[in-house]
């Protein structure tokens, strides 16, 4: 099982980045994927959930309105378009698979797979 993050580097505030995740080593249509990140000092924290068809999507506060995901099943793959970055988007983001539907925001820790995390760096 393999979850590949890309798309992270360094933006300026109000930039945009995209973020993908391609997954291998298991069936991607059956998991629903989720976002997760870590800031410098700080615990992790959920993101957003997209479920295993793509059309059950759930933001954290903090991003909702600025963030966008899509699944493309046929691709393996999950994106993440990040929109109007702010400096506390700086964070190392993780993506996440679990066979389960939507999880508590807070049990995060529970998502079966994780990817190695990309950094995003918003500063002027």
């Known amino acids: 099982v393999q979850l590949q993050a890309s798309g992270g580097g360094l933006v300026q505030p109000g930039g945009s980045l995209r973020l993908s995740c391609a997954a291998s080593?298991?069936?991607?249509?059956?998991?629903?994927m989720n976002w997760v990140r870590q800031a410098p000092g700080k615990e992790r924290e959920f993101v957003v959930f997209?479920?295993?068809?793509?059309?059950?999507?759930n933001f954290a506060d903090s991003v909702k309105g600025r963030f966008t995901i899509s699944k493309a099943n046929a691709k393996n793959t999950v994106y993440l378009q990040m929109n109007s970055l702010k400096p506390e988007d700086t964070a190392v983001y993780y993506c996440?698979?679990?066979?389960?539907?939507?999880?508590?925001?807070?049990?995060?820790?529970?998502?079966?797979?994780w990817g190695q995390g990309t950094l995003v760096t918003v500063s002027s």
């Open positions: 996440a698979a679990d066979p389960r539907g939507r999880l508590r925001p807070v049990d995060w820790y529970l998502y079966e797979y």
């Open positions: 997209i479920n295993r068809y793509g059309d059950s999507i």
């Open positions: 080593g298991f069936t991607f249509s059956d998991y629903s």
